[in-house]
């Protein structure tokens, strides 16, 4: 089960796709994405779901594709998938931005405090990321200052 929730296949199918002239590259990584959040998004039962370093790299995946797919289709790319893709980094970046989920003084805590940078970058021009998502901006952001300006703890 652990390869289903690692992000190396989705990231893999969207660097091909990114330098290939071949637009099924990146459809397989938008299927995988979706089938992902189909399965996993909204579960809490599974813990390779929201395990602290899969799910921020995981968040560096979505925002890759986002801003790929973005570039290479920016007139074709559906509402739909949008959405997606928009959901799919806003329920990652309230999950990085929660303290108790942050690793301080450990190399998960910085691929996580750097996921959740990108994912905000991703999306701070985007507005049908604003649109979906509007309610998790604010509190991320303020997460991620506060994170930055407190002491590190202890790691678990």
Same mark, same amino acid.
């Given at each position: 089960?652990?390869? @289903?929730?690692?992000? $190396?296949?989705?990231?893999?199918? !969207? /660097?091909?796709? %990114? ?9 397989? /990584?938008?299927?995988? $994405? +979706? ?22 790299? *995981?968040?560096?995946? @979505? /925002?890759?594709?986002?801003? &790929?797919?973005? %570039? !290479?289709?920016?007139?074709?790319? =559906? ?6 893709? #928009?959901?799919?980094? #806003? +329920?990652?970046? *309230?999950?990085?931005?929660? =303290?108790? @989920?942050? !690793? ?8 996580? /405090? ?10 701070? &021009?985007? =507005? *049908?990321? %604003?649109?979906? #998502? ?21 790691? !678990?």
């Amino acid at each position: 089960h652990f390869p @289903f929730y690692s992000p $190396a296949t989705g990231e893999s199918l !969207r /660097a091909n796709g %990114e330098h290939a002239d071949d637009p099924a590259w990146l459809d397989a /990584a938008l299927a995988l $994405a +979706r089938r992902w959040c189909d399965v996993c998004l909204h579960t809490e039962r599974t813990p390779y779901v929201w395990d602290d370093h899969i799910a921020a790299v *995981r968040t560096l995946v @979505f /925002a890759r594709l986002w801003c &790929t797919l973005r %570039e !290479r289709r920016r007139d074709s790319l =559906p509402g739909d998938v949008k959405a997606v893709l #928009a959901e799919a980094m #806003a +329920r990652h970046a *309230r999950r990085l931005a929660l =303290p108790d @989920f942050y !690793r301080a003084s450990h190399n998960h805590g910085v691929t996580q /405090a750097v996921a959740l940078l990108v994912v905000l970058a991703a999306c701070a &021009t985007n =507005p *049908r990321c %604003e649109d979906i #998502a509007a309610p998790t901006w604010a509190p991320c952001r303020a997460a991620s200052c506060k994170r930055s300006s407190r002491p590190a703890r202890a790691t !678990r």
